[in-house]
C-alpha cells in the first residue's frame, strides 16, 4: 500500500478500533485504566454544576489555570473539546498550501483534505529514523502540521529543529499530546511566544479522559480567535472545565513527571526484551510512551495475537508504513510481559 492510496476511512481509524472489549489492549496509548482518584472525586465534586450551562467564570477560570501552567498570557489558550476540536479548525486559517509531516497522527490531513485544502505529505524516512528536515516542508506551505513527540514513530524533533519551520505568513502547528510523557517535556514549544506557533495539548493520555474530550492549543490571541471564529456556543463542557484546572496544578503536575520518568524507564526494558526477539526492529530513538516495530508478516503476526486476546495498533494506515509496521504501548514489565511471551513463541 503506497502513501497516497490510503483512503479517508483509513486514515480516521485510531487504535481505539483495534483494542476490542475483551482483547488485552497495547494498541492505545492511555496511561491508566480509569483516571486518578483524586480526579475521579474532582470531576464528581462537578457533576452537581451541570444542570447548568458551562459558566463564563468556569471557562476563565479553566483558561487561567491552563495558562498559568505553562507560563502564557491568558490571552494565548484556547480550551477545545478535545485536541481533534482543534485539528478540525485548521481550515479556519484558510491555508493555501499545508504541508503535513507523516507519518504521523492521521486526522489533520482528513480534516484539512475534507475543507478542500490542498495538501503535501513531507514523508519522512526511515533510514535516518523518521526524523524531521525543516529543509523538506515547501517553501510555500502557509501551514506545517508536526507530531512532537510523533505518532507512531515516538521520534522527539529537537525544538529547534521546529522554530526553523517558522517563515513570515506561515503558520506552524505542533502537536504536543505525548509530550507531557517526556520527562521535563524537553523540546516542548507550550512556553513560546514566538509569532505563526500553534501548540496543540491534551489531557487524555497522561490523566485518562479520552471520553472527556479535553485538549486546549496555545498560540497568538489573533490566530486563536480565527479558529474560534465559528465555533458553538458552549463548547467546552462543565467536567472538562473542572479537569483543565484539576490537571494544571502543581500536584498533578508532580504526579505527571513522575509517570514520565515511570515511561522512560519502562520503555528502556520493553525496548531491550524486543530487541531479543528474532526478526523484530524497534525504531529508535524512541520518546513517546509507545514504540513502533517492523516485522516480517505483520498482518499475520498481529491477526495471531488477537487470537490470542492482544491487542496491536496496526499502522498501514498511517502515510509511508505498511502492514508489516506494529505500534505498541509502554507498559509497566508486569503488563508486558503476556505480549512479549505471545511474541517469543509466535515468532519462533
Known sequence: ?????????????????????????????????RPPGWLRDRLAA?????????????????????????????????LLNGSAEGFALLPQLRPKLAAVVHPS??????????????????????EDGYRLHPGDVPENADLVVVGNPTNPTSVLHPAADLVALARPGRTVVV?????????????????????????????????????LRAGYVIGAPDLLARLAAHRPQWPVGTLALEAFRACSEP?????????AAEFETNRAELIRALNDLPGVHVNEPASAPFLLLTVKDGLSIRTTLRER???????????????????????????????????REVLA
Not at 480534516?111 to 526511515?126: E, K, Y
Open 251 to 259: 500536584p498533578a503536575l508532580a504526579e505527571a513527571e513522575r509517570a
Open 175 to 211: 502537536d504536543e499530546a505525548f509530550i507531557d510523557a517526556v520527562p521535563g517535556e524537553r523540546e516542548s514549544l507550550s512556553g513560546s511566544d514566538a509569532d505563526g506557533l500553534l501548540v496543540f495539548r491534551s489531557l487524555t493520555k497522561m490523566w485518562a479522559l479520552p471520553g
Open 1 to 33: 500500500m503506497t502513501s497516497q492510496s490510503i483512503s479517508r476511512a483509513l486514515l480516521r481509524h485510531h487504535g481505539d478500533v483495534d483494542a476490542e472489549p475483551g482483547l488485552v489492549d497495547y494498541a492505545v496509548n492511555v496511561r491508566l485504566a
Open 105 to 126: 497522527f492521521t486526522e489533520p490531513e482528513v480534516a484539512l483534505t475534507d475543507a478542500g485544502v490542498p495538501v503535501h505529505r513531507v514523508q519522512l524516512s526511515p
Open 46 to 78: 462537578a457533576l452537581d454544576r451541570i444542570g447548568g450551562y458551562p459558566s463564563a467564570a468556569d471557562h476563565a477560570a479553566a483558561v487561567r489555570a491552563v495558562a498559568d501552567r505553562h507560563g502564557q498570557p491568558h490571552d494565548r489558550v484556547l
Open 309 to 343: 486476546g492482544l491487542a496491536v495498533r496496526r499502522c498501514d494506515t498511517f502515510p509511508g508504513l505498511d502492514a508489516d509496521h506494529l505500534r505498541i504501548a509502554v507498559r509497566t514489565p508486569e503488563q508486558s510481559e503476556p505480549l512479549l511471551t505471545a511474541l
